[in-house]
């Protein structure tokens, strides 16, 4: 059974330094679609660092790469990704009225694949 | 031969985000063309220079994938945005304040909406300030004078690296002459991101509940009684929000500094909103400001273009031969979403990399008219494509720091494209001409404005 967690997109460092090298090259596509998760959420879910992971939802789905990150970093249930097109693939496009769709905090369902 | 022909660019700035530093020290090799080091840049500014290159052999224009003259391009461009029924003009984020005002000029001449990168940044902060107001100040004030810095929902350890150093933590200013020691720093997060071991407190807020713990702030700061369960609605102690009140009321200058933490969830404009007027309330007690920390280079110039130009700062359609603001009807999203525009002018953006994917999809089926330094996904997938010289380093102009103090741009060496405001320029001419063509009197005034201009004659 696929584990629904929630997805919080955002900067970071390796994504803004990749960004300048190219949204085509290798290192770009690496690092936004590497997802952080709670260590304790791994072991839980039999996760290892490298692992494929499909992150699904009702927009579309995405496949990323697992990364361990220390639970007092990240709270359980919760995982990181750098922007990319890989989040954007799991944004909706309704705004509500404000222009802005909702690109964080979104429930994603979570396996491991291959 | 390389490493001869050098020049040292000082004072240079660096429009990769929002902090717009103005104290690089440029190296140029004037043969390779490249920034080979940049002094007093931080690791993004680093990158954005070192990975600057030319690629000489790239065509300055290309019409449907096929290289073409600027001339050519510029005319397609003009005729696909005339001919259309309601043509988009999105981005404007990266380039300088210069060109944004001719792209405000082109969607007013065609009538489109005209919106930019803040729809989907700050956008809903922009819509809280015009129902709170803001309590408003530059980073100068801040690194001079604020003992209480909070950022919430923001990480600027990684997205802005020097907003520390150079403005708000470690800075030494007037009445903070010992930097980091003379201010309490407080970051309020989902997570513990880098930027946490800046603080000298972490607030872990549940995900989805900022709007609950900033009223709650706000009740606290008013001496009104909150709820006992605060704790498990948020996820934050009585005792951690009444100390954190205590601290807001008894600083001398406190800055709260906000992310995308707020506009990005569920809440939008209302998160914003509830930061904005715990500000506002607690200048009843001391004196205390609010800022969001805003992204791209010139995406605050964008904001003001905007405003002086339409009196919107984003969001803007021309239609009905004024400018309307509305979001959620005139962003882009929406009206790439629901297939509302039958054309887009995208300067300077990537909205095909990063909107959601019923937007690109509708962008891939119209024809695009894109304006970018190098090959971006919106590139590949438009009908004309420009390939311009990238703004602080190949051109001058004028950028807006995040705190709207507007900074002088310095060029560090030529590039062979044009500049985003000499294509849109352009583009602005020849779309004006096939808009309104010559009357008989020969002038080329839109025909609303022909009996005005005979009346001033007499």
Not at chain 1, 103 to 111: A, D, G, R
Not at chain 2, 125 to 137: K, L, P
Not at chain 2, 374 to 379: G, L, R
Not at chain 2, 425 to 450: C, S, W
Request: proline share 5%; net charge neutral; glycine share 8%.
């Amino acid at each position: 059974m696929p584990e629904t967690m929630l997805l919080v997109p955002g900067r970071s460092s390796k994504q803004g330094t990749s960004l300048n090298k190219g949204k085509f090259e290798d290192e770009y596509q690496e690092i936004t679609s590497l997802v952080e998760m709670n260590e304790e959420d791994m072991v839980r879910l039999g996760f290892n660092n490298g692992d494929k992971l499909r992150l699904k939802n009702p927009v579309g789905e995405t496949i990323v790469t697992c990364k361990s990150k220390k639970a007092t970093d990240l709270p359980h249930g919760m995982i990181f990704i750098a922007y990319g097109p890989g989040s954007s693939r799991l944004m909706e496009s309704d705004t509500a009225g404000s222009g802005m769709p909702l690109s964080k905090h979104l429930p994603v369902q979570v396996e491991k694949i291959g | 031969m390389s490493g001869e022909n050098v020049k040292i660019v000082e004072n240079a700035t660096c429009t990769f985000c929002g902090c717009v530093c103005d104290d690089m020290v440029l190296t140029v090799d004037l043969d390779q063309k490249r920034i080979t080091k940049a002094k007093n840049a931080c690791i993004l500014g680093r990158a954005w220079y070192a990975e600057h290159y030319i690629e000489e052999d790239a065509p300055a224009a290309m019409i449907d994938g096929k290289p073409a003259s600027i001339d050519e391009a510029v005319e397609e461009a003009a005729k696909t945005l005339v001919d259309a029924k309601f043509p988009i003009t999105y981005g404007l984020s990266d380039t300088t304040c210069e060109a944004q005002k001719q792209a405000v000029a082109i969607a007013d001449i065609i009538k489109g909406s005209i919106d930019t990168t803040t729809s989907v940044c700050h956008g809903p902060s922009g819509i809280a300030f015009q129902g709170v107001g803001e309590s408003t100040m530059t980073l100068g004030e801040v690194k001079n004078r604020a003992d209480l810095v909070i950022y919430w929902g923001g990480n600027p350890a990684e997205s802005h690296p020097r907003h520390f150093g150079r403005y708000a933590v470690t800075a030494k200013g007037m009445f903070t002459p010992r930097g980091k020691k003379d201010r309490t720093v407080v970051v309020v997060d989902v997570r513990k991101t880098p930027s946490v071991p800046a603080a000298n407190q972490f607030i872990q807020v549940k995900p989805g509940k900022d709007f609950e713990l900033l009223w709650a702030l706000r009740a606290l700061v008013k001496n009104r009684k909150i709820s006992p369960n605060i704790e498990e609605i948020t996820g934050v102690s009585l005792e951690t929000i009444q100390a954190l009140v205590d601290k807001m009321k008894n600083c001398r200058y406190g800055a709260l500094f906000f992310g995308m933490g707020l506009t990005m969830t569920r809440g939008r404009h209302f998160n914003s909103g509830a930061l904005i007027a715990l500000a506002t309330d607690l200048n009843e007690y001391t004196h205390f400001v609010a800022k969001p920390v805003r992204g791209h280079g010139n995406v605050t110039g964008a904001d003001n273009v905007m405003s002086w130009q339409t009196g919107y700062p984003f969001g803007v359609n021309f239609s009905r031969g004024f400018p309307r603001f509305n979001p959620g009807e005139f962003t882009t999203v929406d009206l790439l979403a629901k297939k509302d525009v039958d054309a887009a002018l995208i300067i300077a953006s990537d909205p095909a990399s990063n909107f959601p994917q019923a937007a690109i999809d509708h962008l891939a089926g119209i024809p695009v008219v894109s304006l970018d330094t190098k090959a971006t996904m919106t590139s590949k997938l438009a009908h004309v494509a420009f390939r311009t010289a990238t703004y602080g380093i190949n051109t001058a102009g004028t950028v807006y720091r995040m705190d709207d103090v507007p900074i002088t741009l310095r060029k560090a060496f030529d590039s062979p494209f044009p500049t985003d405001e000499e294509i849109l320029t352009a583009i602005k001419k020849r779309v004006r001409a096939l808009k309104f063509p010559k009357n008989q009197a020969g002038d080329k005034v839109p025909p609303g404005r022909a009996s005005q201009k005979e009346h001033w004659k007499h």
